[in-house]
């Protein structure tokens, strides 16, 4: 999906609990993942009771300073990186249904 926008990777948000100085993830990865807090690129701290309000737009924001830096063109980017999503999705959607 990513080379059909000549990308090579996006920036994704990432979500976590941060509590007592520590980073608690709770997204549920594997274990042995790599862990996501190796390669962040920024933080933000978003209250709880504004996070589903405030996550998609500074999301979006971000994208469009990250590739506006690189002469892309962030609607495309956008675009790319929820076409991205809606394939990871259909993937697990697909895995989650037994073969019959």
């Known amino acids: 999906m990513l080379a059909a926008y000549g990308l090579a990777s996006l920036p994704e948000a990432h979500c976590y609990l941060r509590y007592a100085g520590r980073r608690i993830d709770v997204t549920g990865l ?5 862990s996501p807090f190796d390669a962040l690129l920024s933080e933000e701290v978003v209250e709880p ?15 469009a300073r990250w590739a506006a830096a690189r002469g892309l063109d962030p609607a495309r980017v956008w675009e790319a990186r929820e076409r991205c999503i809606a394939a990871l999705q259909e993937g697990a959607a697909a895995a989650a249904v037994p073969d019959t």
């Not at 009771?49 to 994208?63: C, G, N, T, V, Y």
């Open 30 to 34: 594997p274990p042995g993942s790599a």
């Open 49 to 63: 009771a504004s996070l589903a309000s405030e996550k998609a737009p500074r999301h979006r924001d971000f994208i």
